[in-house]
């Protein structure tokens, strides 16, 4: 070590793995995952693992439109953290990605992911990336490539940050854009599994208000806070583009961040509103947070799904087909509501 001026003075020498990366333990650790993610592969894999960008060849008549996503899971990764459920954290952003593709019309092709933390946690990177593969093959994408970054100083503890991205395919007439919507339409609400990756700053506040643990057997969840909080965000895109081949599907809104009033709006065109009728059966751990954070119902309203992760817009005569389509396969559908004439948004009544 030296001073200011260029003196050599006695100290341990420096290192980037004394600053807090282990290269070496990463390198180590991506070797052993490498089997996971090549699983994932097809014959489409044109460069994969261990290539600066990942490449995919794809059938350009199949596919009038690239479509691509990009999101993060947000403070769930805490809890899931908490319970040793990293792996939830993985399948999560799949599913997440997967449906806003479907949202589109579009099939996944790929999937990348970002993980982030203080330091290299061999195990916790493990199990995300085993629930991305295990998700990736449920919908028929690539694990394509990702990166792992070790960030001493922004990250606190064992916090971790996961975004994933996903690049799909939509055919030549079929990318959804809202732009066919019109007065009379009905929307079929899906049901959702709880939270999904939504909302969980506010109910991570409302278990410190309660002093609630995640190993609190709720009666009226009829289990813990931990397997509420943490239950897997529901894919629907697999079934949304089957459907898709059946019905014609005016759009289809992701309910996300922003709740239902939020995200419905965003497939509607001018002139267009929707009228949302509440009386769908709603998770019980909704009830809960809202009891025990005494939260205004408004803030419910923008913050979580309440029940409905995904709504389906289309004709009237479509509408008991589309929710058939979705009982049948074992995901619960209500029809929740009309588009009428007026100002473009959402009335929730």
Not at 65 to 90: C, E, M, Q, S
Not at 149 to 155: S, W
Request: net charge positive; glycine share 12%; aromatic share 4%.
């Amino acid at each position: 070590m030296t001073d200011r001026a260029g003196r050599r003075r006695p100290g341990t020498r420096l290192t980037y793995r004394r600053a807090g990366v282990n290269i070496e333990a990463k390198v180590r650790l991506l070797a052993d995952l490498a089997p996971a993610i090549a699983a994932t592969h097809t014959e489409a894999v044109a460069a994969g693992i261990g290539a600066f960008a990942g490449a995919l060849r794809f059938d350009s008549r199949e596919a009038g439109f690239l479509v691509a996503t990009v999101d993060g899971v947000g403070t769930k990764t805490l809890l899931a953290r908490r319970a040793n459920r990293d792996h939830v954290i993985g399948s999560d952003i799949v599913a997440h990605c997967a449906n806003d593709l479907a949202s589109s019309g579009a099939r996944p092709l790929a999937f990348l992911d970002y993980i982030a933390m203080a330091h290299l946690e061999p195990s916790v990177v493990i199990a995300l990336i085993q629930g991305m593969t295990q998700a990736c093959g449920a919908v028929r994408a690539v694990l394509l490539g990702g990166e792992t970054a070790e960030m001493p100083g922004v990250y606190a503890g064992d916090a971790y940050d996961v975004v994933g991205t996903m690049i799909g395919v939509a055919p030549p007439k079929g990318l959804i854009t809202g732009s066919s919507v019109k007065p009379g339409d009905r929307l079929i609400g899906l049901a959702s599994s709880g939270l999904h990756t939504n909302g969980f700053s506010l109910a991570r506040r409302v278990l410190d208000r309660a002093r609630a643990s995640l190993n609190d057997h709720v009666p009226e969840l009829g289990t813990t806070l931990g397997d509420a909080l943490l239950a897997p965000h529901r894919c629907y895109a697999p079934r949304v583009l089957a459907l898709l081949g059946r019905i014609n599907v005016h759009a289809v809104a992701h309910i996300t961040g922003g709740g239902l009033v939020g995200n419905l709006a965003r497939v509607l065109p001018e002139g267009c509103r929707a009228r949302v009728i509440r009386g769908w059966p709603q998770p019980p751990i909704f009830g809960w947070l809202q009891r025990a954070g005494r939260i205004p119902d408004a803030d419910m309203v923008k913050t979580f799904n309440l029940g409905v992760g995904m709504v389906i817009v289309t004709s009237p005569r479509d509408a008991e087909v589309a929710s058939q389509h979705f009982v049948d396969i074992g995901i619960p559908a209500f029809d929740i509501g009309e588009i009428v004439e007026g100002l473009r948004g959402v009335d929730l009544a």
